[in-house]
């Protein structure tokens, strides 16, 4: 027969036998209600905590979002059960903006869309089509052949050739317009007839491009004399995969492919790499207020409450975006209400992170607006380097 369970009438620990005064032991913390329990025991335990959970994250998002420092300071002043813990809410936050970005990227639109502009006369100002055809050819010579872009550049590259499309239907319309019956206006890119582009200088990056000349492993490895051999060896094959991956970039088949492959890995590696900015950023709020005399996990405070904000400001602009391309097909005076509201986000974010940083830390508005445009000038080429080294890890997977 196997020996009875503690009960809470034993008024004693299982654990470590001290006595009890309610349902958890004031020494090791154990509950003293047993964990062998029926199924649905355990599924009213989970039920109970997600609704728990749930019921935090109402109380803790619309703060974060509306009222810039307030969860920062409800924290320091011990107010801290109702909401979620900063590090948690950080977390999840980061992992759904970085889940649902992908989705955008891949959803036929452009989270961050660039303009082409051609300057010059355009076709409607012709007055016969041999004028047309001369000023389709000079307007076209303007825009940068789609292969001369690296692959940073492949949204403008789609928005150069969406240019290239309507120049030469805008030509083709003003044929016919003066009577020419051989025009033909092109519905797709594949219609557009190859326009010849005056020969110059290549692009500066690929004047040094250092895939010009073939490179051995074997004949010249990479070797750092105070690390191991497993490491100089890991370090040899990462820069053949650099290698190969750059040589697939500048060949027209399989730029598609490398450039989707490392948008992926890029987005996959970001996550990790904000971790790295977060006590960066903390410690760069602990130098510039240095009088303040605050301990430097309050500045990790305030740096996981403005990273949780803006990772559900990007969410948030995200999802509006998704909505965007789904409904616009079916509701198309929507586009502009979403557009206003995407922007609307744009210009809260950094208003945002000012205010929080007055009502935290308390000073003046000259001396925050100046401590602020420090901090976010710094800030910046922290990001540009966690996102460089996201993007060569990327590169060399």
């Excluded at 995407?342 to 950094?350: D, E, G, H, K, Y």
Aim: positive net charge; proline residues 8%; glycine residues 6%.
């Amino acid at each position: 027969m196997t020996k009875d369970l503690p009960t809470p009438a034993e008024l004693h620990c299982a654990n470590c036998g001290n006595p009890l005064h309610g349902d958890f032991c004031h020494v090791c913390g154990q509950s003293v209600h047993s964990v062998l329990k029926p199924v649905h025991g355990m599924l009213e335990d989970t039920l109970d905590l997600v609704l728990n959970i749930d019921g935090r994250v109402v109380h803790t998002l619309p703060p974060l979002f509306l009222r810039p420092g307030f969860l920062t300071m409800e924290y320091f002043a011990g107010r801290r059960v109702r909401y979620l813990a900063p590090f948690r809410l950080m977390f999840a936050l980061c992992l759904l903006a970085f889940f649902v970005l992908p989705l955008a990227l891949d959803s036929g639109g452009a989270l961050f869309q660039p303009t082409v502009k051609v300057q010059g006369p355009g076709a409607e100002r012709a007055k016969t089509p041999a004028e047309v055809d001369r000023l389709l050819k000079k307007q076209l010579a303007r825009l940068a052949p789609t292969g001369d872009i690296p692959v940073v550049g492949s949204l403008a590259g789609q928005t150069l050739d969406k240019a290239r499309l309507q120049l030469t239907r805008e030509a083709m319309q003003r044929r016919i317009e003066l009577g020419d019956r051989t025009a033909v206006i092109p519905t797709t890119l594949d219609d557009v007839p190859t326009a010849p582009v005056t020969a110059g200088p290549p692009p500066e990056w690929r004047q040094h491009n250092p895939l010009d000349q073939q490179w051995d492993m074997q004949k010249y490895p990479v070797k750092v004399s105070w690390l191991p051999d497993f490491l100089n060896q890991r370090l040899n094959q990462a820069a053949l995969r650099m290698h190969d991956n750059l040589a697939a970039l500048s060949n027209p088949g399989d730029q598609s492919a490398v450039k989707s492959r490392l948008t992926g890995q890029v987005l996959a590696m970001l996550p990790g790499a904000m971790f790295f900015m977060l006590p960066a950023f903390a410690l760069l709020l602990k130098l510039v207020y240095l009088f303040k005399r605050r301990l430097y996990v309050e500045h990790l405070i305030v740096a996981l409450h403005s990273h949780a904000f803006l990772f559900l400001s990007l969410l948030l602009g995200t999802l509006i975006h998704l909505l965007g391309v789904t409904l616009k097909p079916h509701v198309p005076w929507l586009a502009g209400p979403l557009s206003l509201l995407t922007a609307a986000l744009w210009v809260w974010a950094p208003i945002y992170l000012l205010i929080m940083q007055k009502r935290v830390y308390r000073q003046g508005w000259p001396m925050t607006v100046l401590k602020y445009l420090f901090v976010g000038w710094c800030y910046c080429w922290l990001l540009a380097i966690a996102f460089a080294g996201a993007f060569l890890l990327g590169l060399a997977e």
